[in-house]
């Protein structure tokens, strides 16, 4: 269960109705490297973690919505409109402190989860409920990278065989849903959210258990299956999302099905990790990227929420993947509320009335971003020749009012 936020956040404007004002502008255009398992090392510690040598137009479904108090305000999922109409949901994680690491007495641990250490993830954040899948790629990328290979392939399947690059660095994934959605709070979770999120308040080896009666290898495991997808039962293959058990907080195949990127570059150990949550990026082996969670092709052991990998950046890979992360507002957000729309003298007058839109709102038309605003003040404004421009009489179009913190909303409009 998603715990109740006990902080208190307080913003403005979450009682009364605050305005937009909307100036127009001029229209703005709209904007396999080989998998190798880590290599068992002796003793306890049974793996070095190291991965391969190198070689819209729909609402915020429930978002923000909740206004009225001044906890637990951030809606507890939010679903998000890729190109196409392709939604993605990422679920609220709540702050806390949890051990990050593993203890020597874990079975199947290696020395790259020591030492044990506490993080405090003092806000609240987004992550993805699944790994993004293929549709969502290819919606936001305008390709599928997995569509040649013979398995894995299918819109609801992981997106796999796209490096650290191809999602993260300039031009990637998250650069590309960003300016789509207008905004820059979509980005990889830090190792440390991963791990927290993968926990769900737990301490087990898994979010399901220590599992001790089932091997750590591919034998079959009743309890396991339930949640998993690993070398026991994938076949050959990555597999459709969201088809096993989720976690305490609900997401799913935070265990197995691919590995997934973080945003945090390769350190051997913990010694030295930041204890706040971010993401740790300086020092360590700059050309590698940390993987967690393991795969479709990996032993139950490298399951574990503990366990931790790396890969090289620049390179894909047919075990990995990832899921989004967004940061939430510090304040509650809530989708623009249009109180308004109607021709008058002159032609068209539009009020959007919301909350927390001190980040101003952008305006598509027809999915292309026609405007960005900018908060004014209160009251109605209108919206006259610019808009009379874009919308001749006779047509209708569909209007998306985007909050860059969070939430926007859809009508369609004509005269
Ligand atoms: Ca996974």
């Excluded at 079975?107 to 405090?120: I, N, Q, S």
Aim: proline share 7%; net charge negative; aromatic share 10%.
């Amino acid at each position: 269960m998603i715990q109740k936020l006990t902080a208190v956040v307080v913003a403005s404007c979450v009682f009364g109705a605050c305005a937009l004002a909307v100036i127009a502008q001029e229209p703005t255009p709209a904007a396999a490297a080989p998998a190798v398992l880590p290599a068992p090392s002796s003793g306890s510690e049974a793996a070095s973690g190291v991965k391969g040598d190198k070689p819209a137009e729909t609402s915020l479904a429930s978002a923000d919505a909740e206004m009225t108090s001044s906890e637990d305000a951030l809606a507890d999922e939010v679903t998000i409109t890729l190109p196409g109409g392709v939604t993605m949901v990422l679920v609220k994680i709540p702050p806390g402190s949890f051990q990050m690491g593993s203890p020597y007495t874990e079975r199947g641990r290696w020395g790259g989860e020591d030492p044990v250490h506490l993080v405090t993830l003092s806000k609240p954040f987004y992550l993805g409920k699944t790994e993004v899948t293929q549709a969502q790629w290819q919606a936001v990328m305008g390709s599928n990278p997995d569509s040649n290979f013979p398995f894995g392939v299918g819109p609801t399947y992981p997106v796999f065989f796209v490096s650290w690059n191809d999602v993260a660095a300039a031009g990637g994934f998250v650069e590309k849903l960003n300016q789509y959605l207008g905004t820059t709070k979509y980005r990889l979770p830090s190792e440390a959210e991963w791990e927290y999120a993968a926990r769900a308040g737990t301490t087990s080896r898994f979010s399901f258990g220590d599992n001790l009666s089932c091997d750590d290898s591919c034998g079959d495991c009743t309890l396991a299956a339930q949640y998993m997808w690993w070398c026991a039962n994938s076949g050959v293959s990555s597999q459709a999302v969201k088809t096993k058990a989720g976690n305490p907080f609900g997401l799913y195949d935070m265990h197995g099905n691919l590995g997934e990127l973080v945003q945090d570059t390769y350190h051997s150990d913990y010694t030295g990790a930041p204890s706040d949550g971010s993401a740790w990026e300086s020092g360590g082996d700059s050309s590698r990227r940390i993987f967690r969670g393991a795969s479709w092709a990996d032993l139950a052991q490298y399951c574990r929420s503990a366990f931790r990998g790396s890969y090289w950046q620049d390179i894909p890979n047919s075990d990995l993947g990832f899921r989004l992360a967004c940061d939430a507002a510090s304040n509650p957000v809530t989708p623009p509320v249009i109180a308004l729309m109607k021709k008058v003298s002159p032609p068209f007058k539009i009020v959007v009335t919301g909350s927390n839109l001190q980040s101003g709102i952008r305006v598509y038309i027809d999915g292309t971003q026609w405007t960005s605003v900018t908060w004014k003040s209160m009251g109605k404004v209108q919206l006259t020749g610019a808009i009379k421009a874009a919308v001749p009489k006779g047509t209708t179009k569909s209007f998306r009012f985007v909050n860059p913190d969070g939430g926007e909303t859809t009508t369609t409009w004509g005269w």
